[in-house]
């Protein structure tokens, strides 16, 4: 089924006449919930709360999650943390530049073809004589 121009235009300007939702009232998962309160769970953490009573005040409050995935969802933040501070951004554009070196165009591939040597008489002339077995190992 094609969708004509006219149809998408339509589209498109009802998409931009929606209006924007008030942060207040956006959705979060679950998962975003705890991001967002990670700051304040770590500092219940340090305060000495474990995280079945801190799961347990998120559930008192309407957060619906269980000890083992607040566990795991907190692993997730922390592991993210992690990898930013391990790489920086500068690194990661050494690396781009480095492999825009390393790329074989087909240019590049043309050239190759064209340096290589005949090997197909030389496979013919070959040999190889094998040494005989030894008793040492």
Not at 6 to 13: G, P
Not at 34 to 40: D, Q
Not at 112 to 126: P, R
Request: positive net charge; hydrophobic residues 25%.
């Amino acid at each position: 089924m094609g969708y004509t121009n006219e149809k998408l235009e339509a589209i498109a300007a009802k998409l931009k006449n929606m209006p924007v939702i008030e942060k207040k009232k956006q959705e979060h998962s679950k998962q975003d919930a705890v991001k967002l309160l990670s700051k304040e769970i770590a500092l219940l953490q340090k305060r000495g709360y474990t995280l079945d009573q801190i799961a347990e005040t998120l559930r008192g409050e309407g957060l619906d999650i269980t000890t083992p995935t607040l566990k795991s969802y907190l692993q997730r933040i922390k592991a993210g943390k992690n990898k930013e501070q391990k790489e920086p951004k500068s690194e990661l554009k050494k690396d781009t530049k480095k492999e825009q070196k390393n790329r074989i165009t087909p240019e590049d591939k043309k050239q190759d073809d064209t340096h290589q040597l005949d090997t197909s008489d030389q496979s013919s002339k070959a040999s190889f004589t094998p040494k005989p077995d030894s008793d040492d190992i």
